[in-house]
């Protein structure tokens, strides 16, 4: 038996596929801290040291103050978790009133190096918002945006959600500006939930939610067991796994379904179980691991569900595949070697090699999305917990991303790559959680029922 999450609904998907292992030894965490420090401080310089930034109270104007407070509270989070600025301590900014001209000398003395500013009115039935960043050592404007929403008609929380948004654009344009990608603010984050299954069934069902964890909805509605989505490049469409019963058997199949929601539409069928989906960078195959031919191997198939081809041929239980960034790799897991590993091969399934990392039993790997030189994984630390490791591709070493008790799992990328969402199971809850590509700004993303298997898509 192959153990992965604690809920019953996995382990009976595990059960069909059939995947047996062996338990290597755990992690020792006090013999590996020093490399997952210069691991961590590694990752962190190759983004560069972060920026400086500071972002006092915005401008109200014309009734506009709760707006401007949601707009900053909002910005201010957002540009603190893109792992890209360094938030400037609010105690040490100059006292000089948002109207008065900018005082660059003290804004020098407070360390910032960069500076956003903001003006919030309400006209006609619409909030005007309009943003500036500045370089501080010269006083110069880097960039700036000027957003209109329309409030007629809305609902409170339909004009929450509208203000919030226009805050996570200008946060992705801000980082489009100092790093050359857009930041992930107004990305959305898709996951697996039982918080709406009738009382006494296994229902999962898929949702949807934005990258902050806000306005969290279902998209899925046919009382399926759902588990292990994967948006499409363009991230109009989610494939997923879906658990149904034929002639009172229960079958892994590959679904799809669309983000706005819809029916799901089968993808591949084929007797036995067919797990794990993961499309391609370029949204032509989809990359899953199938029982259909008796044994565990990795296939990809045309979204369509035709061209179902099979790339691994091996004794053991092959699962878990995940795409490079230039779609020429795919890194799967194996228990050919005993116990399950972490293997890289050719995207046409030749040239196979395993990738030696510490710790127990290997499972969930995530190519990072843009440079393609790291690959986060699950592994069992033993006593029963799981945490989320970094394996890095030029230097071989691995760096462990979480600590604590619980079942760290599934890791999957920001479309930036430079955060991580994952589940984590504790205290007999199961939410989604996002960190930093180093372990860093750990944050609860769901608190209402089970929640897992998260996949993060790109802007609407």
């Known amino acids: 038996m192959r153990l992965s999450r604690s809920n019953i609904l996995r382990r009976l998907a595990l059960l069909c596929a059939l995947v047996g292992f062996l338990l290597s030894p755990p992690v020792d965490p006090a013999a590996s801290a020093q490399q997952d420090q210069e691991v961590q401080l590694e990752l962190r310089s190759r983004g560069g040291a972060p920026i400086k930034l500071a972002l006092p109270a915005l401008e109200a104007r014309s009734g506009a103050a709760e707006h401007a407070r949601l707009l900053h509270d909002v910005l201010w989070n957002d540009l603190d978790w893109s792992m890209v600025f360094e938030m400037v301590d609010p105690r040490v900014y100059p006292g000089a009133a948002p109207s008065e001209a900018i005082p660059w000398a003290a804004w020098r003395q407070s360390g910032a190096r960069a500076l956003i500013t903001g003006v919030v009115s309400v006209q006609e039935a619409r909030v005007v918002v309009e943003f500036r960043a500045f370089d501080v050592a010269t006083g110069r404007q880097v960039t700036g945006k000027r957003y209109t929403q329309a409030l ?174 230039n779609g020429r790799r795919i890194v799967f897991v194996s228990d050919r070697s005993g116990s399950q590993q972490l293997y890289e091969m050719d995207a046409t399934g030749l040239n196979t090699r395993r990738l030696f990392a510490p710790g127990g039993q290997k499972d969930d790997p995530a190519w990072q999305p843009v440079r393609g030189e790291l690959i986060a994984f699950t592994a069992s630390t033993g006593s029963n917990n799981f945490d989320i490791f970094m394996y890095d591709l030029t230097t071989d070493r691995v760096l462990q991303l979480t600590r604590g008790r619980g079942r760290k799992e599934a890791p999957a990328w920001s479309p930036d790559g430079r955060q991580i969402a994952f589940e984590w199971a504790r205290n007999d809850s199961i939410q989604i959680w996002v960190m930093g590509l180093d372990g860093s700004r750990q944050r609860m993303l769901t608190a209402t029922g089970e929640n897992m298997t998260p996949t993060w898509g790109d802007r609407p």
């Open 152 to 325: 007629e008609g809305l609902s409170p929380s339909a004009v929450a959600y509208r203000v919030r948004r226009l805050a996570h654009e200008f946060n992705d344009e801000t980082v489009l500006h100092y790093t050359g990608i857009r930041g992930v603010a107004a990305t959305r984050i898709a996951f697996v939930s039982d918080r709406e299954a009738p009382p006494g069934t296994p229902q999962q069902e898929l949702f949807i939610m934005d990258a902050d964890g806000q306005r969290q909805r279902r998209l899925t509605h046919d009382a399926s067991i759902a588990l292990s989505p994967s948006f499409s490049p363009t991230s109009d469409r989610i494939a997923y796994q879906s658990y149904r019963v034929h002639r009172g058997i229960p079958r892994a199949e590959i679904d799809m379904i669309f983000n706005s929601g819809g029916q799901p539409r089968a993808v591949v069928t084929c007797k036995g179980t067919n797990t794990g989906p993961s499309f391609s960078p370029d949204g032509a195959l989809i990359a899953l691991a199938s029982s259909c031919a008796g044994n565990s191997e990795i296939y990809t198939v045309r979204p369509d569900g035709s061209e179902l081809q099979r790339l691994t041929r091996n004794p053991a239980a092959d699962f878990s595949p995940a795409w490079s960034p």
